[in-house]
């Protein structure tokens, strides 16, 4: 305890940020691991307990709720670590270590979590996923060769480009979660004969499927050029 205790004391207010956020993603994986679950769960009973699956989707809702507000705080804390650590001029190895590793787990998490689920193509994921790979050797290069590892401009896009698909997956996963559009399907078209019943929910997730993943192909070309230019920096020291 009192290892710990002189660990925490020892951290610069960003690097106790950025152990926030490392510790933030254990809830954040462990609740979304609840909903997934719980909506597997909700997908196989088809049973007449009609209340089962509206109790399951309620629990899972208030998880996707609590996941979201932890993504949230987590990318609070990020923009706080950083413009702090910049202005008072206290980067450091830990920093520098750490606070990548904790976006990519928190942001990778919630990527593949919104790709289970469809809202996200599996193939610009495994792109995102491939390029941090890559960019998580090429750091650790310009690190042991003292070549600043800070993001470039299209680095810093991409990240906020990120963040928003992520933020907006989540509320549309929430919304559709929430609420059901077969009342409003049977009021408009129940009166109406010999048409084929629209479902409006299914035309407003696709909307927002096309929607996401426009923006993601964007985040996903920048995170491309972001990652070459990593290279392009320690092309020279790789193979010494």
């Not at 800070?150 to 929430?178: E, M, N, P, R, W």
Request: proline residues 2%; positive net charge.
């Amino acid at each position: 305890m009192n290892s710990i205790q002189n660990f925490w004391k020892n951290l610069n207010l960003p690097n106790k940020l950025t152990v926030i956020r490392l510790l933030l993603v254990i809830p954040f994986i462990l609740f979304l691991s609840i909903a997934l679950i719980l909506n597997n769960l909700n997908n196989k009973i088809s049973f007449g307990s009609w209340y089962i699956p509206r109790v399951a989707n309620t629990f899972r809702i208030i998880f996707l709720c609590l996941a979201l507000l932890i993504f949230i705080a987590a990318m609070i804390t990020d923009f706080f670590d950083g413009k702090i650590a910049r202005e008072r001029k206290i980067v450091t190895d830990f920093g520098k270590l750490w606070d990548p590793i904790a976006d990519k787990i928190m942001t990778t998490t919630a990527l593949i979590f919104l790709t289970v689920v469809g809202y996200l193509s599996f193939p610009l994921l495994l792109l995102i996923i491939l390029r941090d790979i890559i960019v998580a050797g090429a750091r650790g290069v310009m690190i042991k060769h003292n070549i600043s590892v800070a993001a470039d401009k299209y680095g810093k896009i991409k990240t906020v480009i990120l963040t928003a698909v992520i933020i907006s997956g989540f509320l549309f996963h929430i919304i559709f979660s929430s609420v059901s559009f077969s009342l409003i399907d049977s009021v408009l078209f129940s009166s109406i004969e010999n048409i084929n019943v629209i479902n409006i929910n299914a035309i407003l997730e696709n909307i927002s499927y096309y929607f996401l993943n426009g923006v993601f192909a964007v985040a996903a070309i920048l995170s491309t050029i972001s990652g070459i230019k990593y290279v392009s920096k320690v092309s020279t020291y790789m193979f010494k």
